[in-house]
T-cell receptor, first 109, second 114 residues
């Protein structure tokens, strides 16, 4: 299995600020996905970026992918209290993706 | 509505009493998997299934069994639960095997083994 490692483990910001979290992985991928988990609930898919893409946007989310560095970043702009959650990356491909420990984001109102 | 359902949502049981957590998806997905989530350890995959009658071990399969007799169902069986299996469990499915598609997660089952 291929596991992504998220960094930082925890992030605390004020509402309106931007939040950036990073993901590193070890082997070649076909795509990389980001998921959100609200406390105690199932993961929800946010965005998928393919290996031939460098940047992708979805609403207030911006994801970048650098396959040469085997890393990705998720930027949430103008954060809201409702963005408080854990965020996981999942490097994807021909193997089974697994999830790391995630980044715990707290957005203070 | 497209969804993954799990039952029960909450379960308190005692050591050694066999239990089954059901998982069902209505999206005709080939791939299904089970995860457990523990504080500080993130999500760890228990078992996965590429299709009917095809299952394989994930990272932490000890103490668990699964079966995939129908495409829509993927039950998780604990033959003799122990306290270290107290955890939050998630079932997930995706259209195809491997990591090419997003996974859809169930709401979770919180299991306590006394």
């Amino acid at each position: 299995s291929q596991q992504g490692e998220e960094d930082p483990q925890a992030l605390s910001i004020q509402e309106g600020e931007n939040a950036t979290m990073n993901c590193s992985y070890k082997t070649s991928i076909n795509n990389l996905q980001w998921y959100r988990q609200n406390s105690g609930r199932g993961l929800v898919h946010l965005i998928l970026i393919r290996s031939n893409e460098r940047e992708k946007h979805s609403g207030r989310l911006r994801v970048t992918l650098d396959t040469s560095k085997k890393s990705s970043s998720l930027l949430i702009t103008a954060s809201r209290a409702a963005d408080t959650a854990s965020y996981f990356c999942a490097p994807g491909g021909s193997y089974i993706p697994t999830f790391g420990r995630g980044t715990s984001l707290i957005v203070h109102p | 509505e497209a969804q993954v359902t799990q039952n029960p949502r909450y379960l308190i049981t005692v050591t050694g009493k066999k239990l089954t957590v059901t998982c069902s998806q209505n999206m005709n997905h080939e791939y299904m998997s089970w995860y457990r989530q523990d504080p500080g350890l993130g999500l760890r995959q228990i078992y996965y299934s590429m299709n009917v009658e095809v299952t394989d071990k994930g990272d932490v399969p000890e103490g668990y069994k699964v079966s995939r007799k129908e495409k829509r169902n993927f039950p998780l069986i604990l033959e003799s639960p122990s306290p270290n299996q107290t955890s939050l469990y998630f079932c997930a499915s995706s259209p195809l095997a491997g990591g090419y598609n997003e996974q859809f997660f169930g709401p979770g089952t919180r299991l306590t083994v006394l």
